[in-house]
């Protein structure tokens, strides 16, 4: 087999019959956008033109997590989804919403799709669904979609599909988020102390050079330069070249938090049950192992 290039996807290759495309995200935009509006209308644009180019029939469907999670937390720009929900209608494509991560309240929705009044045709989901208590995942299939197997059996199955204990432990997840008002606490959390709390610490730090997210779903872009933008590591960097969010993440594991690093982005994804006075435990701990980023960056 041959070694993939450097810079390939380590576990993607290229599976056939998929066709990657950009989505909006303005603080690195693919399409050179100042604005969200533009950011949109050309990624709009960019997808239209990308589904011309290779035949709306060839197309079965467009899969997009709401949220994208790993890649950096890109919250769409308002009107995107509802514009690609839009463009499937108008070809006939089946809409997939990827929510394994953006579901079950991290958002500050019960559902990301809901914050941006958009209904997917299938919607994916996994984690937040039981709190992970025991592995399940699952589809949710529009009606009209699932009427199709209501004389054919659907084609396919897996070995622990629909097990009682990892469904059970759904229902009562559920249930308690409902009673306890976890969705509603995610939103309140993103709202008054997470959003305005990384904000505050991206105005004081000149390493932080953009704070996205919703609800308890935020990325922190680390940069050497806030005017330039240039990432305060290099992509996929190991080593020496990594140095700088090495030292950033084991100064917030001295300080009592778990950071998610990801090239040169951290992630502040709490539980959706988390107190404002954890959230602003975890945003001092952060404060604090900034200033290590600092040491590289242009002040
Ligand atoms: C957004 C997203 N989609 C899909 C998956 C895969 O989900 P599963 O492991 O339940 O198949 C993950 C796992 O991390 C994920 O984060």
């Known amino acids: 087999m041959r070694a993939p290039a450097r810079g390939a996807w380590a576990s993607d290759t290229g599976a056939a019959g998929v066709v990657h495309f950009w989505a909006p995200f303005l603080y690195r935009s693919p399409f050179h956008a100042e604005t969200e509006e533009q950011e949109c209308e050309r990624a709009l644009r960019h997808l239209e033109d990308t589904i011309a180019f290779e035949g709306p029939q060839t197309i079965a469907a467009i899969i997009l997590e709401t949220v994208p999670g790993t890649a950096g937390i890109m919250v769409p720009p308002p009107g995107y989804l509802t514009?690609?929900?839009?463009?499937?209608?108008?070809?006939?494509?089946?809409?997939?919403?990827?929510?394994?991560?953006?579901?079950?309240?991290?958002?500050?929705?019960?559902?990301?799709?809901?914050?941006?009044?958009?209904?997917?045709?299938?919607?994916?989901?996994?984690?937040?669904?039981?709190?992970?208590?025991?592995?399940?995942?699952?589809?949710?299939?529009?009606?009209?979609?699932?009427?199709?197997?209501?004389?054919?059996?659907?084609?396919?199955?897996?070995?622990?599909?629909?097990?009682?204990?990892?469904?059970?432990?759904a229902v009562a997840t559920i249930n308690a988020m409902a009673e306890e008002r976890i969705v509603e606490n995610a939103a309140e959390i993103g709202e008054t102390v997470l959003g305005p709390g990384l904000r505050e610490l991206a105005e004081r730090h000149p390493s932080v050079g953009d704070v996205r997210g919703m609800g308890v779903f935020w990325a922190l872009d680390l940069v050497r330069d806030k005017e330039t933008r240039e990432p305060l590591v290099p992509y996929n960097a190991s080593g020496e070249a990594n140095a700088p969010m090495a030292a950033f993440a084991a100064a917030c594991k001295r300080n009592g938090l778990w950071p998610f690093v990801n090239m040169n982005r951290t992630h502040a994804v709490p539980p959706c049950t988390i107190t404002p006075s954890e959230a602003k435990e975890g945003l001092a701990a952060l404060d604090a192992a900034l200033t290590l980023a600092d040491e590289h960056a242009a002040r």
């Not at 990827?98 to 996994?126: C, I, K, N, S, Y």
């Open 83 to 169: 514009g690609v929900r839009e463009i499937c209608d108008r070809y006939g494509i089946v809409f997939i919403l990827d929510e394994v991560m953006a579901g079950f309240g991290r958002t500050g929705h019960w559902f990301a799709a809901d914050g941006f009044d958009v209904v997917p045709d299938l919607l994916t989901f996994a984690k937040g669904v039981n709190s992970g208590y025991v592995p399940l995942g699952g589809v949710a299939i529009s009606a009209e979609i699932a009427a199709t197997f209501d004389q054919r059996p659907y084609p396919g199955g897996l070995t622990y599909s629909g097990h009682p204990l990892a469904c059970a432990s």
